[in-house]
């Protein structure tokens, strides 16, 4: 009995392990397939970013980037393309969902420093958002004054122990003083960018223009949000017009109506895995590439599409 017991104690041991390396390879294998999936839309989002560059003018909301990818089969894609190794009908149950955002409707964090030194304009742009959120000004003078000191770039500066480190992520804003509350309210209306760059009036929300214009209040945002719905702001005049005096409220270096940089989120559902990717593109001309992207197998640059 003891010599029975002890080899079905075995046999079920050596199952299980092989069950589970079995789950293992299936999960890794379903996660590098879903990758790839999110690899490819991020490719079709880099197309439509770049044919919507072909026809130029404004960026506005009504283009088709701006068009978000409600929830559908995968195998609707498939379907289409009579040359996919895939078979559509196993993946029937694989959803694909996703969207591209401006991220120049949003205030850039970059533009707090200039030449070194915090900007004044930018600063008050951004305490005018904290002032409407009810957020601490103390945590928006620390985050400027500390944004400046891991942008400075001298070698003094460079070898102080106290110097931080210059964030890639909005995430990352907790080591130059902005608090957990703070960062979770001002993620919908504030991005990180490489280089300063001027808010698309086209597409920002009302709570950004409000902030971006010196003189507006939510009543102008407002106004401004419902016109552009009927016909999009095509050259800063246009957008003047609605702000009034002085016209000289809104410049090149702090307001547009075309955007560089986007954000691409793609979402991949097959039964109960669920795997996301964020992308961040910019675009120049007709070149698109992309910046960094999260929740790929591996971080690389991608060559821009010619």
Excluded at 67 to 96: C, G, I, N
């Amino acid at each position: 009995m003891l010599t029975v017991a002890l080899v079905a104690s075995l046999a079920a041991a050596s199952l299980w392990q092989q069950w589970r390396s079995v789950e293992i390879e299936s999960a890794e294998r379903t996660r590098i397939q879903a990758q790839w999936v999110l690899t490819g839309a991020l490719d079709w989002a880099r197309l439509i970013l770049r044919e919507d560059a072909r026809s130029g003018g404004a960026d506005h909301l009504a283009e088709p980037w701006s068009v978000p990818l409600e929830e559908a089969r995968l195998s609707t894609f498939l379907a289409t393309d009579k040359s996919s190794p895939v078979d559509a009908d196993s993946m029937t149950e694989t959803f694909l969902s996703g969207r591209i955002t401006d991220l120049q409707s949003r205030l850039n964090l970059r533009n707090l420093v200039d030449s070194g030194r915090v900007s004044e304009p930018a600063y008050q742009a951004f305490a005018k958002l904290f002032e409407k959120l009810q957020l601490p000004v103390s945590e928006l003078t620390a985050l400027a004054e500390n944004l400046r000191f891991a942008l400075d770039t001298s070698p003094d500066n460079r070898s102080s122990p106290l110097s931080p480190l210059m964030p890639q992520r909005l995430s990352q804003l907790g080591w130059l003083g902005l608090s957990a509350r703070s960062m979770a309210l001002l993620q919908p209306y504030i991005t990180l960018l490489p280089v300063a760059t001027p808010v698309n009036l086209n597409t920002a929300d009302a709570l950004v223009l409000y902030a971006c214009i010196a003189s507006a209040d939510m009543a102008l945002a407002q106004r401004m949000v419902s016109a552009r719905q009927t016909s999009h702001f095509r050259t800063l005049g246009d957008a003047a017009k609605l702000v009034g005096d002085p016209p000289s409220q809104l410049v090149d270096a702090q307001h547009s109506v075309v955007s560089r940089f986007f954000e691409v989120h793609g979402i991949l559902r097959q039964d109960q895995v669920i795997v996301e990717q964020r992308s961040v593109l910019q675009r120049d001309a007709m070149a698109v590439v992309t910046l960094w992207k999260d929740g790929g197998p591996e971080w690389e640059p991608a060559k821009p599409l010619k």
